[in-house]
């Protein structure tokens, strides 16, 4: 942030309300969404708000009652997240969005399980070279997320790979 305390403080707003929104709560996420759409106009090269600006637009679209409207919202939502990677393509919890949105959306109308087979797995790699860069907690739900991914991509064979990964990693917490 351009050392402005209060856009810091704005943006520290607009996650919480989004973490509500995932959460479920429709009314934090139109607020996170209004938050960061300012961000944006005052920072419109910081990744890091763009990819939150991204993800509020996909819960928008899963909160959205017209088809029409889910689709343009998530569209948007998924412009938002792949400009953000390009614009800090090493940046975790941008990955982490963009693979977590990709993972929600039907594969058959927005066909981005492969975005997100390649948004774990560069966390995971990332995780391979230092140990530090995800907690035990955050491998799991990656790999579980991974699976799941493969899944919806239609490939079953690596999707029960990384399930088997899982086990090895934690067998008495395995719930694939």
Known sequence: MANNSNDEKQFKEAKKLHNDGID???KAVKSANEKLLKLRETEPDNALIE?????????????????????????????????????????????LLRANVCLRLPESYFHC??????????????????????????????????????????????ANAVLQRLA?????????
């Open 24 to 26: 479920g709560d429709k």
């Open 113 to 158: 399980s492969k975005t997100a087979i390649e948004d774990f797995s560069f966390l995971l790699d990332r995780y391979q070279e230092s140990s530090s860069y995800l907690s035990q907690k955050q491998v799991r739900e990656v790999l579980r997320n991974l699976s799941t991914a493969y899944q919806n991509a239609g490939k079953q064979d690596e």
């Open 51 to 95: 990819a939150y600006y991204g993800s509020s637009l996909a819960l928008l679209a899963r909160d959205a009652v017209k088809p029409l409207e889910k689709e343009e919202k998530a569209l948007e939502g998924l412009d938002a997240l792949n400009r953000a990677v390009t614009l800090d393509p090493n940046q975790k919890e941008i990955r």
């Open 168 to 176: 090895k990693m934690n067998p008495e917490k395995h719930d694939g």
